[in-house]
Every structure is written in C-alpha cells, then in structure tokens.
C-alpha cells in the first residue's frame, strides 16, 4: 500500500457539514509536485498562451458529498469536450471512496476558482495532473467514514474495512452505510495519512465504464453551449474580416431594417448583427455588403509556399538543441538523406461551432458556453467589463468538442461585447462557415531533414529545421532520435502572419510526429534497415550511450515498440491472398504517453488501400477502457484524417474552404480497423485525448511507401503528387 | 411571419416564423426541441436529422413552409425513454464522445433499419457516411448499427408468424 507522506498534506482539507446533513468534503490541498504543472505548461500547453490553470505551482481541488441515503455527488470540475473527463475523475475517487457506480451522481461544477483550480482541459494534463489528488479524496472520505464507524461501535479503527458503500467490523458482524455515518464522519478531524489502494485491489479503474452522459446524448437533451436558451435572450452573429483587411462601411440602414434585426453594431473590424431569432439574424449576415480596406498583411498560399523556401535557406533560426558538430559528420558522411515535409493549415471543427452566451449587468455578468479554459473566459471578461472577477460567473455546458480552439476566449468575449452594447441577455452564434474561416488555425509547417549516415548505415549525423507560420517554435527538439544521434542541430523559425494560429490537438507534434517518423523511415531504407530494428538500435544507443539528455523514457519506447510488432505481425503478416501485407511503422512520446502504430495498407486494382492499424499505447494504468480505447481509436481516425484530406488555403488573406462541401472530413465508409492494446505497466497514468494522434500518418504514409514505393511527404495526402501517381 | 401548425412527435405544435425558416431553427429557437443539432446548415454533415413521414432528413435546410402536415419525429420523440432499439445500441456500445453529432447519427440509424432491418456492413457503411462525427466514433456507431439491427431483426421476427 502507498502511504501519503506528511510533507503534502499541509492544510489541504477543509470538512464542513453540507446543507440538509451529509458530508462535504472540499479538497484544496497544494501538491508537492508542482513540477508536473509546470511541465505541462512549458511543453503540452506553450501555445495556449495564457490558460490560467497552467500557470505553474498552482494545485487543483475536488468535492465530493454524500447523502443520508448513500447517494454520493462527485462534483467533476473540468471541462468536458468529448475526452471522458467527466466520466474519468468521478471513478477514480469512487474507486478510493469504495462505492458502487451506480450510486455515484456526476455533477459538472461551474468554475470556481476558490474550491478549484486548473478547471482546464488541454494538454491531456487533466488526468496526470488529477491522479493522485483524485485518490486522496477519495481516500480521505473513506477514512472519516471509517473513523466514524469505529467510534460508533467503540472499537480500534484499524478493525474496520470498507465495501462498496458500507464500512464493515468483521470481528462483530456489523455494519454502516456511508448514508448513515456521513454527517458524523463531517464532524472529524481530517486525518494525517490516508492509505491508497494498492493497484491490484482496484475494482472500478480498468473497466470499462459508459460515458456518465449517455442518457442525456442520446435522447437530446439540453447539455451543449448552442442548447443553452434564456428567456428574453438575444441572438448575435458576427462577421469579422479575413485576414488582413478592415472595415470600412457596409449597408447598415438596409440590414437595420430586416425582419426581426433587433440592433447592428460595429467593434474591433466586426460587423455584429442582434436579432430575434437564428435565422433572421442569419439572413441579415447573408444580405451584408461590407467593403473592407486591404492591408498590406493579406497573404496566399503561394506567399507562404515561398516563404517556406525562404525560411529554410535563412541564417535567423533559433538554434533549440544541438549536440556534437553536425558539420564534421556531413562531412564524413557515406551518405546523405535529405527530405523535406509540409502540412497547410487547419481549422478545428468541432461539430458543435463557436457560441457562447453572456449576460452583463451594471454589477456583474453572467456567461455561460462551451469552454476549455473558463477562467480565462471570466478573466477577460471581467478586464473588458472594468469588473473585479468575482462578479463574473462562468457556467459550463458540455461541448461538441474543442480540439484546442476553445482555448481560447474570443468568442465568449464577444458575447460580452454584445450583451453590454444591447444591454440584454445574448447569445452568440458562429456559423460553420464563420468556425472555419474565423482563424485560429494548427499552423503551417514545412520541416527539412537532413540525415548522416556511416558506411555501416549508422545515423552519424541528424539536421532538423522547422519552419512555419504563425507557430512559435515548430520542433520538440528533445523528442526521439534526440538522445541516440551523436551530432545533431535543431533549429526553427517562424514567419508572422495575419493569419491567426492557435494550439490544434497535439500542438505542433500533429504534423511534427508524421514528419519525423516518416523521414525515419526513409533513413532506415537508405541504410539498408529494417524500420523497426533501426529506432530499436538508437534507443540503445541512446541508453548505452547518449548524446546529450535524452528526455524520454527509452524503456516505455521500447517496450511499446516491441508490443506493436508482436501484435501486428510485424513483417510476416500475410493477407488473404497470402501475399505479404504492406506494414508501415511509427512511434512517438507525446504528453506524457508513448504510442506506436503499424498501418497496413493492400492494393486493391492497383491502388493503395489503408485497411488497418495496429496501436499500442503506453498511459500508464487505464482508467477506462470504454473511454480510452475510444479516444485511442478516435484519434487515430481525427490523425489519418487530417492527414489525408485536411487542407485550409489562402487567397490574398481570404480562406477558401468554409464548409463541409469544400473542406473535407474522413466518413464513416473511410476508416481502416483499429486495433488497440495497453501496456500493462502500472505507472500512474497520462492523458489520452492527444497522445495516439501524432502517429498516425507516418504509420499509413510508411505503409503506403511499402506498398508502391511512393512517399507522401505532404499533407494533404490526396493533393501529394507521389500518392496521386499512384491513385 | 406567418403561424404554422406542425406535427411533431405525436403533438401538435404552433410556432410564428418567417417561412423559409428552416425546421431545424424552428425546433430549437421556437419550441424548445434543442435535441437536433446545428453542424453545417448546408446538408453536408447530418447533426440535424430528423424524421419526415419516416424518412431521414436534414432539419437544416427544409423550410418550414413546406412541411404541411407531414409527421416530424426528432431525437426526443424517438422513443419515450431512450429505449428505442438504436438508443439502447448506442448506450450499450458506449458510442458518444462529444455527443454533439450523436442525436442526428441515431436519427439516421433508425430511419435506415426500418428500411433495411437487416444490413450487410457495406449497407451500413454507405447508410452512415453522410454523418460526420468529429470525434471519430465510426467504429463504434457501425457496431452500434450492427446490434440494433440484430435486436430489430429478431423482434421483428417475433411479431410475425412465418417460420
Ligand atoms: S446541420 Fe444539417 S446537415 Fe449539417
Ligand atoms: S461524438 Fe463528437 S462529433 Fe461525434
């Protein structure tokens, strides 16, 4: 058993009686390990900007209650976008707790910065950040709860054990439930060392438990941002300009004067039109006639394929890692790889569109939306209102997914903005076509690889250089083969834009993962190499021998690498046909998980067909098997995806894909097999709404050079002239 | 603003709108039915199916001026509980994620089972594509088709006296 030490445990439990009896337990304790906040904010969250829960050092709370009957609220403070959470905290205390599920109510908090902190979703850091936390709430209860008992019946506490719900005196045959001893046990004192379950006593994490919420989906109730209805509420939607260009006029009178228009304001380059109803309002944005002014900042794809061009022949890259001296290798290289990879932008489409709801009043405002960052959604509003913060509230409603872009709080602001301009209760609307033309885009990216290899074919020598726009750094300089390659320079540097850019599910290593394990195997191939047997050889090398840190975990690489090729039949899978199957490999750590893929692809009538991959994922223990192996699989469709058809371009500033007729999204009669495996390692887990992306278009793009010899090294797949040679 | 009388879910509703005002606004901003969803407003993702005369149709762009006195079903008038084949299908495979496109997904479930109680997983694949579901949840909405189909199939079979 694992015994909490003193030394986090100061004053972090505040006991008071709830409401109509029962006990109400607020957590608020600061953990000593702090540093796995600041990490997520440095690397998982670097482009989030300002998320205030990852502001480092800051610690996190949970509540918990139970009623005279048993019944136990589970408040669940994080923000739910499709990744389980709400189903995933809840389990973890009602483990610890020893309840049964089906006693367990999840309620979703609103924010509350003074019982909770990071009430964030991003990073897949709710989950590692949560764990232990989560545990000792648990814990903590079911100790009072014992604690209780025992002094009830008079006898040492250490004869008392929990089951499901009731606290047991074997010795005497007796037993409590927790509905019974629930407002005694809020009277103790909090106890200094709470003892947590031993892994293999687990009983509720590692099932597989139903997304808490399945009810309310599946007969639809009210539970998304856009269902959020107030009487008396407004609607608004705005049009805001493409990218480099400004307001100028438009045909206010005539928009005025629409059916149902109720108002037509103007602020920061926006048109926003308030009205009765969605449609009249919709109509009235369709019948604009806006003439902007175009700035000097327009730019097209063609300015940023030269840019690309441009930027990688630059001597301005910031250098972010370099080991040994790459030019002394090149120079003695038997042979040189180069390659270079590129991915446009893209927008996020969640299925549920930007929309936020805001009431302000003279003393304070209400919103109430989809967000993955609530505290920032107050925070900016209460700077915009002049307010203190505590006079904002901040409710939140499910979301029909995020990806990262509600991250960000634009779109709650301008709800804001509206509902103090009219001064009544609205609710802003995007369109589809306003969601995906409305910025905030996964940046654009071009990488060239350079790679030195010995007459052996030993990596002797590795170059990497990011380039992008709107990115920030465009490498994660310390990720694999860092560590295992002797000479190496990474370096990036970013071009700035109008084009706006914001983190896109797995920031950076959505595309960075493809690229790298993608020219890996081309290294492999040009040194004669199996692609599997080469990552394994610089995993030793950079165990037995590394250059510089090496900040992985070459054992937990390894053994998922391992895994995947024994479940994959890694080179000797055959097909029906008896022909060899056509395997491609990938492998990458990212927020805090490692995961390897093989991708099989078949020609069918001379084409490539993906009809499979294989994923191996390494989170540590899995807490939900339902909702993990979905967000496994699910990022595996969201990966290959994107990679196959995602593509957002520019002309003079203006984004030409705007809805799902021009923009394209992988269909059900599109998706390969999934096949999912855990590693069964007993490591506390990480996160999982990220971490399966990264690898899945190498896995499919190795598989598809293995099946034609074509190599994609461009995203969109489909407009790759090396794939479309062959379809 | 003209005044239809709709027939939705068994009930006769009333709602005050202009008449090229899609059914999919009039359900959620005039009677409260917020179970369909907006995704695209454009016939392209299928967030916002509904059932007219028991086919599935796309909410968002079916004037409500056009409707007359066809039935409507939505996502609430499925079933009364949720225990409509397709529902209890999807709970039991545990398919939503984010949930959003969910309502419109099972919509289009039930209307292709009525029609082809039981599908070939090729007739699933093409019935379903029209649906997107950011999340990915494919697998699991094929599975869940798959199961509500054997559960349809076989009460079908009960309720008929042949074999
Ligand atoms: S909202 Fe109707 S099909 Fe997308
Ligand atoms: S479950 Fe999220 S869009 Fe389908």
Redesign the interface.
Known sequence: MQTLSNASRRNFLKVAAAAGGGLFLGFNWFEANAATAVDAATTDLSLAGNVPGAVPGVGFNSYLSINPQGIITIMSPNPEVGQGIKTAFPIVVAEELDVDWKNVIVEQAPLDTKKFERQVAGGSGSIPHSWTRLRKAGATARQMLMEAAAKRWNVPVTECTTGTGFVRHTASNRQLSYGELATEAAQLPVPADVKLKDRKDFKLIGQSVKNVDNAGIITGKPLFGLDFYREGMLFAMLQRPAFGYTLKSFNEAAIKAMPGIVDVLTFDNNVAIVGKSTWQVRKAKEALKIDWTKTDATESTDDHNRIFGELLKSDKATVRRKDGDVDTAFKGAAKVVTAEYQCPFLPHNPMEPMNFFAHVRPDGAELVGPTQTPELARNEAAKLLGLSPDKVTVQLTRMGGGFGRRLKADYAIEAVQVSKRVNAPVKVIWTREDDMTGGSYRPAVRYRFEAALDAQGNMIGYKLRGASINAGSSTREDNFPAGAVDNLLIDSIDHKSAITTGPWRAPITNFLAFAEQSFLDEVAQAAGKDPVQFRLDLLDKAKTKPAGAVKYDIDRMKAVINMAVEKSGWGTKKGADGRPVSQGFSVYFSHRSYVAQVGEVVMQKDKPVVQKVVAVADCGIVINQSGSRQQVTGCIVDGIGHAMYGNMTFKDGIPEQSNFSNYRMIRLNEIPDVEVHFVDNGFDPTGLGEPSLPPAGAAVANAIFKATGKRVRNQPFIEDAALKSVL | ?ALYSLQINGQTYRAD??P???LL?VL???L???????????A??G?CTVHLNGEATRACVLPVSTIGKAKIT???G??A??THPV?KA??AV?V????????GQ?MTAAAFLKKTPKPTTAQI??A???????????????EAVKMASNATASTAKGSTKTK
């Open positions: 603003m709108v202009d090229d005002t899609p606004w959620r901003d005039n409260g039915l917020v179970g369909t969803k907006y995704g695209c407003g454009i392209q993702c967030a939505t996502i609430e499925l079933s509980t949720g529902q999807w709970d545990d939503p994620q984010c949930g959003y496109c969910q309502a099972i694949d093409e379903m594509s029209g649906n997107i579901c950011r999340c990915g949840t494919y697998h699991r909405i094929r």
